[in-house]
């Protein structure tokens, strides 16, 4: 088989078992409440149940057809979101409070990283198609509420919104590519999947120039919520339709528990771990808020409530590990994952990388534009170089390890080079 193909399935129309355990990412099965409606398919959650379902009954037509909406809806919302950070310091600005820009990324940034955890959770137990669908509804909210803002704050809330749904778009995009695909081939088809930053790059820039000097920012918000809402219909519209094909012949069935809607409710609350999610979420951001907001506090470090928020981050760390270690019935995070030094040092090695990039991102784009007086193209060309070298040679790294199934040397390989472009840009910085 080559090595870049997706999968394809065989000439009855359904896949082989082999190559429905490499598409399909395989969880663990914890132990469930009473009343689960997973107990009709075995170990499986009924979302993985559809997909496996799914991508059983369609054919290579189909497959390639799925893969080019979700390509065109990834297209969509990076072109959307490099417009969004092109216009982000005009907005703040407009309402007198550049200095806030930062912030109200750091927020997005931080709920925005919770997010995935839940929604992993959502699409397992759920589907796809409806954790696609109610992300994609966060992110037209975030981007209406943009459009139609009066104050600073409303603006903060609705890009935290669109943040939001936007990672969440993402993250159910990379999940059905990764049903799409075998382990072998994952790496490449993510590789292609990156390169609408390519144009997106070179024309959210320009989209954001003419917005901003013919119309206004609101007009940019409200005409990309109709266009990626416009793109999403067809691709949930396939998924829907391929589930249906699959229940008509018999490839799926549900069997509906007997509870109410509390003790529905009361189970869900327990699968989802809410608590846990509600403790690491304000243990991530009373840590780090702090360090956006104590320069606009009246006492700088010293004030209370800036003490308070760090104390209470610290405080809640052992909290969480006992909840989740001890108490939880069904952990989000299972911690015999922790202890692996494979996912260890990844997590560690992506959390180092995403310091040193937005240590530097956050003002850059704002920096070239006054000190060094670039336009809002020139600057956000300079700006997203960064994501155009990236999705330049992701398909080429890609196919690289699928052909050879070397990882480890490959990410090491990168290192030097990220070390060299990140120590670069301090010359600009003393030259000016």
């Known amino acids: 088989m080559n090595p870049i193909m997706v999968e394809s399935p065989h000439k009855d129309g359904r896949s082989s078992d082999e190559e429905k355990n490499n598409a399909i990412p395989q969880t663990e099965t914890a132990a469930r409440p009473e009343g689960s409606d997973f107990e009709s398919e075995g170990e499986y959650q009924e979302g993985i149940e559809r997909v496996r379902a799914i991508t059983s009954v369609w054919t290579k037509k189909t497959l390639i057809s799925m893969f080019l909406m979700l390509y065109l809806i990834s297209f969509v919302d990076m072109i959307m979101n490099y417009v969004d950070s092109a216009l982000n310091p005009y907005i703040t600005s407009s309402f007198g409070a550049h200095g806030l820009l930062n912030i109200g990324s750091i927020l997005a940034s931080i709920i925005g990283a919770c997010a995935p955890l839940p929604l992993a959770k959502a699409i397992d137990v759920w589907g796809r198609v409806e954790g696609f669908a109610f992300m994609m509804v966060v992110c037209l909210v975030g981007m209406i509420m943009k459009a139609t803002c009066t104050t600073v704050q409303m603006y903060i809330g609705a890009h935290i919104l669109y943040w939001v749904g936007h990672i969440g778009v993402m993250y159910v ?104 999610i509600i403790l690491l979420c304000a243990c991530i951001s009373c840590l780090l808020l702090p360090y956006s907001l104590a320069p606009y506090a009246p006492k700088v470090w010293s004030t209370p409530y800036i003490i308070a928020l760090e104390v209470l981050g610290v405080v809640l760390i052992p909290i969480f590990y006992v909840w989740e270690a001890k108490v939880a ?23 180092v990388m995403f310091l040193s990039t937005f240590s530097w991102n956050a003002y850059f784009g704002s920096y070239l534009q006054v000190v060094n007086r670039l336009s809002i193209s020139n600057a956000n060309y300079v700006l997203n170089a960064y994501s155009l070298t990236s999705s330049v040679i992701a398909p080429g790294v890609g196919w690289f390890v699928a052909r050879t199934g070397n990882i480890k040397w490959t990410a090491m390989a990168g290192a030097p080079i990220m070390l060299l472009g990140t120590a670069l840009i301090i010359i600009p910085g003393h030259l000016s």
């Open 329 to 351: 019935p069904v952990q989000f995070l299972p911690f015999k994952y922790l202890k692996q030094g494979t996912i260890i040092g990844s997590c560690l090695l992506n959390a």
């Open 173 to 276: 995009i990379g999940v059905m590519l990764a049903d799409m695909t075998t382990l072998t081939n994952r790496a490449f088809i993510y590789g292609i999947n990156t390169t609408p930053r390519i144009v997106a790059t070179f024309a959210s820039p320009e989209i954001a120039t003419g917005f901003y000097d013919n119309l206004n920012f609101r007009w940019a918000f409200g005409a990309f919520a109709i266009i990626i809402a416009a793109c999403s219909i067809p691709a949930m519209a396939t998924m829907i339709y391929m589930f249906r094909t699959a229940t008509k012949q018999g490839v799926i069935s549900r069997q509906r528990s007997n509870r109410t809607f509390l003790q529905s409710l009361n189970f869900y609350f327990i699968e989802f771990d809410i608590i846990g």
